[in-house]
């Protein structure tokens, strides 16, 4: 059984930047591969971003690439998601998960264990 708990959510002004974190509990962790969803308040859940248990590979939606950046910090239980350029689009709940196969996916059924997620706010 894994805990995800994310935190650095905030309101930010357009073109802000914010970094937020995912600690997850369990000697696990470092075989996971994790991922970053968010949902707009009456939107589907969107995939943001994906990185495998190595952190060999990540993998981005386009409407975030080259602005966002996904890390992990296997000695911490801790994955990142550093967001700069932010826009008002931007603006949702975001949530981490865990998926045991260790391949990041940008399916949410392909993930195992989520976190309760970080309220993101962009002022325009």
């Known amino acids: 059984q894994v805990q995800l708990v994310e935190s650095g959510g905030g309101l930010v002004q357009a073109g802000g930047s914010l970094r937020l974190s995912c600690a997850a509990s369990?000697?696990?962790?470092?075989?996971?591969?994790m991922g970053w969803f968010r949902q707009a308040p009456g939107k589907e859940r969107e995939f943001v971003a994906a990185?495998?248990?190595?952190?060999?590979?990540?993998y981005y939606a386009d409407s975030v690439k080259g602005r966002f950046t996904v890390s992990r910090d296997n000695a911490k239980n801790t994955v990142y998601l550093q967001m700069n350029s932010l826009k008002p689009e931007d603006t949702a709940v975001y949530y981490c998960?865990?998926?045991?196969?260790?391949?990041?996916?940008?399916?949410?059924?392909?993930?195992?264990?989520w976190g309760q997620g970080t309220q993101v706010t962009v002022s325009s």
């Open positions: 998960a865990a998926s045991k196969t260790g391949v990041p996916s940008s399916r949410w059924r392909n993930y195992d264990y």
């Open positions: 990185i495998s248990w190595s952190a060999a590979i990540t």
């Open positions: 369990g000697r696990t962790f470092s075989s996971y591969a």
